[in-house]
């Protein structure tokens, strides 16, 4: 062993202000190269000398101070990058970020040469949460406070509301719950992830069963190494509807008044479940939704709209029609009105532009030229899909029939306006507008009946739906 030890000591470095080796991983250093220390020892390494506490204490240091190497910290994410889209892919599966409220304890129990329990996975050597814990937390929680639904019976056996979620024994047979608890991984690698804490003993000859707490024992400080609150962690669970619902209502909870990890009882170990980005959209177009004049539109774009909303294509569309029932200006003398204007109607004076008659197709590719380098680029590349582009489109061809199969095909505004079935922002309305051909609408190469045939487009209800397709037949 301490042939092997000393091999892996030739490749990691020792820390700047500490004589332990921690390399780039800490795993490997945790796992592999620490060495017990006797309580009477008088050495660690080479230069360091000290007792047993004092040489913790210098680790725990160490551990506060690391940092995840930048080239590395790269690949962690694009891994938990491409394992949060494996999850969000699925259509079976509860997809949810944490956010550590308080001091996180966990791996406390793990053995180690210094008595310093931590949770690193492998290979990453990065905290994690182990999902057997999230689900023992919910579990026990539910047995808790769930009723006698989820109560164990007599013999400590859980009850078949229990065995059916998480699994267990049944009448003398084992079952598989129904539900699959996934580790929660630590989004990002960034930062210094430890801090370090202090738990007093004041009965410690209580605690050892050999006297009453009698305020007489000596206080014990004791120093422990723990995660820093404000990490995110992204976890999944995988199984049936109903399950993953009630995993998410309780897990809330649970974490919030239980929490997670040890020494829960004096508050470590709290956590927040962060909304979606669904979430968070479908709240914003219901406050759009429920703005009461354009004073509140006003408000709710400059304090509640990111960068990233204005580039959501239905907040955007549920903006414009809220702004339009109360105002049809497309200027105005109040500079945050105009940033408005512009956000919603990008293409506004292209369409102003096409109305005049002597207005050539040259002339309005050039302008589009021009005013796409002032549109962000990631507006610019869903253009197609922005009801007012889908106009402009619309009046384009109007004014120009063989705007496709002429020699202007290849232009620009051409190419860049022109959209499918697939780029409509489809409700009932829209579907019922153009299967009956009330809607101006450009009309694709793929038929529509073609494009229906894929399947009920999101939006409209599945009675509009049947309706047209008979009408198509």
């Keep these: 062993m301490n042939a092997l030890r000393a091999d892996l000591g030739k490749i990691v470095r020792k820390h700047e202000s500490s004589s332990a080796q921690l390399g780039d991983n800490l795993g490997l250093a945790f796992e592999r190269l620490l060495k017990e220390i006797p309580e009477n020892s008088t050495s660690y390494g080479e230069n360091s000398k000290g007792n047993k506490e004092q040489l913790k204490n210098e680790l725990i240091q160490s551990y506060t101070k690391f940092e995840y190497p930048t080239t590395k910290e790269e690949s962690y994410k694009l891994a938990v990058a491409e394992w949060r889209q494996i999850q969000e892919d699925r259509k079976d599966t509860l997809c949810l970020t944490l956010r550590s409220l308080t001091p996180l304890l966990l791996g406390s129990g793990n053995s180690s040469a210094m008595d310093i329990g931590i949770q690193l996975n492998k290979p990453w050597g990065i905290p994690y949460i182990s999902g057997s814990s999230i689900k023992g937390l919910i579990s026990s929680y539910l047995a808790r406070f769930g009723g006698e639904t989820w ?31 996934h580790d929660a991984w ?30 007489m024992d000596d206080p014990i400080p004791v120093k422990l190494l723990v995660l820093k609150p404000n990490l995110d962690f992204f976890v999944s669970f995988a199984g049936p509807k109903p399950a993953l619902d009630l995993i998410k209502s309780v897990l809330e909870q649970a974490l919030l008044t239980v929490g997670l990890g040890a020494k829960t009882a004096v508050g470590y170990g709290r956590f927040s479940i962060l ?15 429920h703005a009461k004049n354009l004073e509140q539109l006003v408000e709710v774009y400059s304090k509640q709209l990111s960068k990233a909303h204005t580039k959501n294509l239905d907040i955007k569309i549920g903006f414009k029609k809220a702004w339009e029932s109360f105002s049809k200006a497309k200027e105005s003398k109040d ?3 105009n940033k408005i204007i512009e956000w919603l109607y990008p293409l506004q004076s292209l369409l102003n532009l096409l109305d005049s008659s002597d207005f050539t197709l040259k002339k309005l590719n050039d302008e589009f030229k021009d005013q796409k380098k002032r549109i962000p680029e990631e507006i610019s590349s869903k253009l197609k899909q922005d009801p007012e582009a889908q106009i402009l489109f619309n009046k384009m061809l109007k004014k120009w029939p063989t705007l496709l199969t002429g020699p202007d095909k290849d232009m620009v505004v051409v190419k860049e306006l022109t959209y499918s079935w697939e780029d409509l922002k489809w409700d009932d309305d829209l579907l019922l507008n153009i299967a ?13 009946k073609d494009f ?17 397709m008979a009408e198509l037949s």
């Design 452 to 468: 229906l045939l894929k399947g009920k487009p999101e939006g409209c209800k599945q009675e509009t739906y049947d309706m047209v």
């Design 275 to 289: 909304k979606s980005e669904k979430e968070k959209i479908a709240e914003i177009l219901e406050t759009i939704a």
């Design 436 to 448: 009956t051909g009330a809607g101006n609408y450009y009309m694709s190469p793929q038929s529509l």
């Design 186 to 215: 630590l989004m990002s690698a960034q930062g210094q992830w430890f801090q370090e804490e202090i738990i007093t003993v004041h009965h410690q000859e209580y605690y050892n069963e050999k006297n009453f707490p009698d305020g």
């Design 335 to 337: 500079p945050e009105i």
């Design 151 to 181: 109560q164990k019976g007599d013999g400590a056996e859980k009850s078949l509301a229990q065995v059916e979620v998480f699994g267990g024994e049944w009448n003398k047979n084992s079952y598989i719950g129904s539900v699959t608890f």
